[in-house]
C-alpha cells in the first residue's frame, strides 16, 4: 500500500512539472514585436488592448476592447461609445452622428459655415449606407486593427416628414415644403451676388461618392498629414480608448465655383439616460467655451460660432466632462488640416476652419472644407476615453489573478490525471 502511494506522488509531482514547463509566464519578448515602427508603437500592457468586432442579425456592429466599446448604427454613420465595464453606457455613454453635408458660399470670409450661408445641403439619412467590417492581425494571430467603414449608395427614395430635420437644419420649410432660406437669407430667387436654390434636389448628390471609415488600434498609432509638399500635421491615436474616423468626400455636385462644403458632426451626450450629466468644453484659442446639455441658441441669419483653433496645434478638442465631479471622461478631436486630391492627382493640404452652434439635445459641430471641384478630400477626426477616468474600475491583469491562465488549466489536467490514477488504485485494491 505504501509503495502505491508513493507511486501516485511521483506521477502527480510528474505531471505538474511536465504542466509547468509547457505554461511559462509571458516574457515581454513574447507579446508581439517590440520595435518601433513609423506608425505604431507598443506598450508593455498593450495585450489588454486587443480590439474585436462583431455583428447582429440585424446589422448592427460592435468594436471593442477593453477600455472602449462602440456602437456603430446600421442605417447612417453614428457612433455610440461608452466604458466597457460600465455595462451598456447607463453612466455615460456618448454619441457622434453625421448628419449632413452642406455646400455653403462664405459670405462674410470668415472661413466657417453659418446657417444663412447655405447654397444645397444633403441629409445623409438619404442614402443607403453599407456597413463593412475586418481586422488586421499580427504574426502571433492578434487582432493589431479593426476596422469598420460607412460607404455611401444611392438614394433611399424614401418619402421624410417635414419637420425631418428642423433640429438641425433651422430655416428649412418656413415657406413651404420645398422652400429653404439660402444664400442671401430669404426666399427671393434672384440675387445681385449668389443664387438661391429653392429645391432641395438630392439627386444631384447621386454620384457624390463619400466614406467614414473608424479604425481602432491596439497600440498607439502615429499618423501623419502629407500632401505633395511633405508632412503638414502629426497626431496620435492612443490605442485600445480612442476611435480614428476617415472623413472621405469625392465628386461633389458645386453649384458654385467659389463654394465650400460642410460636414455636420452632431455630439449628444447621455444617450442612455434622461439627465444631462455632462458638458461639453470647448478648448479655442482665446479662451475655454463651456456649453451644457440644455443650452438652446436662438435661431438667426448667422447662426454659426466660428471655433477659433488653438495656434500651433494640429489637433484641436472638445472635452465631454461629468458636471457633478468636473471629471473628463473623453474627448472629440480633429486634426486642423484635411488633404484636397484634385483631378491630376495632386494632393494639397488645406485648413480646416469650424462652426458650432446648440440646440438643447445637442452640440451641432460642422467641418468646413475649401471647394475641391472634381476631386476629394480626406479629414481624421476621433472619438476618445480618457482610460483612468471610467466611472466603473477597469480590470486589469489576468481575472483569474497573478497565475498566468496556462498553469491554471495546466492544474487542473493534473488534479483530474491524479484523481483517476487514485481511483485506478483503489479499485485494484
Known amino acids: 500500500m505504501i509503495s502505491k502511494t508513493l507511486l501516485v506522488m511521483m506521477l502527480f509531482l510528474f505531471m505538474s512539472s511536465v504542466a509547468i514547463v509547457n505554461a511559462q509566464p509571458l516574457s515581454s519578448a513574447d507579446d508581439g514585436d517590440d520595435t518601433t515602427t513609423e506608425t ?34 446600421s442605417q447612417i454613420p453614428s457612433y455610440q461609445y461608452w466604458y466597457t465595464p460600465d455595462e451598456n453606457g447607463s453612466l455615460s455613454r456618448f454619441q457622434v452622428s453625421y448628419l449632413m453635408v452642406v455646400e455653403f458660399e462664405d459670405q462674410n470670409g ?42 455611401k449608395g444611392g438614394l433611399t427614395g424614401e418619402d421624410f416628414d417635414d419637420d425631418w430635420f428642423e433640429d438641425w437644419m433651422p430655416g428649412y420649410g418656413e415657406e413651404d415644403e420645398d422652400s429653404f432660406l439660402l444664400a442671401d437669407g430669404d426666399n427671393s430667387t434672384e440675387d445681385d451676388d449668389y443664387p ?5 434636389n438630392l439627386t444631384r448628390f447621386k454620384s457624390m461618392t463619400m466614406q467614414f471609415y473608424a479604425h481602432i488600434y491596439m497600440n498607439d498609432f502615429d499618423g501623419k498629414v502629407k500632401d505633395d509638399a511633405g508632412v503638414q500635421a502629426t497626431y496620435t491615436i492612443d490605442g ?23 460636414v455636420l458632426n452632431y455630439l449628444q451626450e447621455d444617450v442612455a439616460s434622461d439627465g444631462e450629466n455632462h458638458n461639453f468644453e470647448l478648448h479655442e ?18 447662426l454659426g460660432e466660428p471655433f477659433n483653433d488653438v495656434d500651433e496645434e494640429d489637433i484641436q478638442e472638445i472635452s465631454l466632462v461629468e458636471a457633478t465631479t468636473n471629471t473628463t471622461r473623453g474627448f472629440y478631436r480633429w486634426v486642423d488640416k484635411a488633404v484636397q486630391t484634385l483631378p491630376d492627382g495632386s494632393k494639397t493640404a488645406v485648413d480646416v476652419s469650424t ?3 446648440a440646440n438643447g439635445k445637442a452640440l451641432l459641430l460642422f467641418f468646413a472644407y475649401p471647394n475641391f471641384d472634381g476631386g476629394s478630400v480626406l479629414h481624421d477626426p476621433s472619438m476618445k476615453f480618457v482610460e483612468t477616468n471610467s466611472p466603473v474600475p477597469i480590470p486589469t491583469g489576468n481575472p483569474l489573478g497573478e497565475v498566468p491562465l496556462e498553469i491554471t488549466l495546466g492544474a487542473a489536467i493534473v488534479g483530474i490525471a491524479t484523481i483517476a490514477i487514485v481511483a485506478v488504485v483503489m479499485k485494484r485494491r
Open 285 to 302: 484659442d482665446d479662451d475655454d467655451t463651456e456649453i451644457e446639455s440644455e443650452d438652446e441658441w436662438e435661431i438667426h441669419d448667422d
Open 40 to 73: 505604431e508603437h507598443e506598450d508593455d500592457d498593450d495585450d489588454d488592448h486587443e480590439p474585436s468586432h462583431d455583428r447582429d442579425d440585424v446589422g448592427t456592429v460592435w468594436i471593442q476592447t477593453n477600455v472602449m466599446t462602440v456602437r456603430l448604427d
Open 196 to 200: 438661391v436654390y429653392e429645391t432641395m
Open 110 to 151: 470668415d472661413g466657417v459655415y453659418q446657417i444663412n450661408e447655405t447654397i444645397q445641403f444633403a441629409p445623409l439619412e438619404a442614402f443607403d449606407w453599407h456597413l463593412k467590417t475586418g481586422a488586421v492581425t499580427d504574426e502571433n494571430g492578434t487582432n493589431s486593427e479593426v476596422y469598420a467603414s460607412y460607404i
Open 240 to 262: 485600445g480608448v480612442e476611435l480614428k474616423i476617415d472623413i472621405e468626400i469625392g465628386n461633389f455636385p458645386y453649384l458654385s465655383n467659389t463654394s465650400k462644403v460642410a
Open 355 to 357: 462652426s458650432y452652434w
